[in-house]
């Protein structure tokens, strides 16, 4: 079964991100943020584990934090009294995954010899998840010290809206558009925000080109 999808983890891997970040425009924000969105970063973990199929001690290193995670997940589910305490392990397992995932995804599109589909996906899935990255060294602040970030829209009755508001402040910031809406007030958030936008830039000026000038030299090939 791993054989036959591997061809895919490039596509199954984006995808799977994709639902993460924009699945709350389908779904009802409660809804996705208490059940789907876990549910998600679960299936998020099993793509990232035939992401890395062929490295054995890395694959069996996801496949406990997969299991770890299943059972966070579960028991957050019949102990809401801990729920701070399941979210946040839950945050630091994420953190570990996207952490190893994208070191790897940008070690394969920097290695490829070809630029093809797979490539391109990679350079993108790379990207997302060093957005990933952030929202949750973000959310760790946050959960560490309430009030690191001002203009964050807390609602009583949608806890889960600070999930949605951390993870558009880190794309945002990733991106370098910073609207000002959401801004950060201690050392600390400050500090996560530069970490945010350099790893941005770097990413864009660094891995992308690279993948630019790969596939350049290799339109020049084909026309000699």
Request: aromatic content about 16%.
């Amino acid at each position: 079964m791993i054989e036959k999808l591997y061809p895919y983890r490039f596509e199954i891997f984006f995808f799977s991100q994709v639902t993460i970040l924009f699945g709350s425009l389908i779904v009802p924000s409660v809804l996705f943020e208490n059940i789907v969105s876990p549910i998600l970063f679960l299936i998020n973990l099993l793509a990232g584990i035939l992401l890395l199929s062929t490295k054995k001690n890395l694959m069996w290193f996801f496949v406990v934090l997969l299991l770890v995670s299943g059972v966070v997940f579960g028991s957050s589910l019949l102990e809401n009294r801990s729920e701070k305490f399941f979210n946040f392990i839950r945050m630091i397992i994420y953190f570990l995954f996207y952490v190893v995932v994208t070191f790897q995804i940008i070690r394969q599109v920097w290695e490829a010899e070809f630029v093809n589909k797979n490539v391109i996906l990679g350079l993108i899935s790379g990207y997302i998840s060093l957005g990933l990255i952030g929202f949750f060294v973000c959310i760790s602040i946050e959960m560490a010290d309430h009030g690191s970030f001002k203009g964050l829209m807390l609602n009583s009755s949608n806890p889960g809206m600070i999930t949605e508001e951390l993870m558009y402040y880190s794309y945002i910031t990733m991106l370098t558009i910073g609207y000002g809406d959401i801004v950060p007030v201690t050392s600390l958030s400050k500090k996560a925000a530069i970490l945010i936008g350099l790893i941005g830039q770097f990413y864009l000026v660094i891995v992308t080109a690279i993948v630019v000038g790969k596939y350049i030299n290799q339109l020049h090939r084909k026309k000699n």
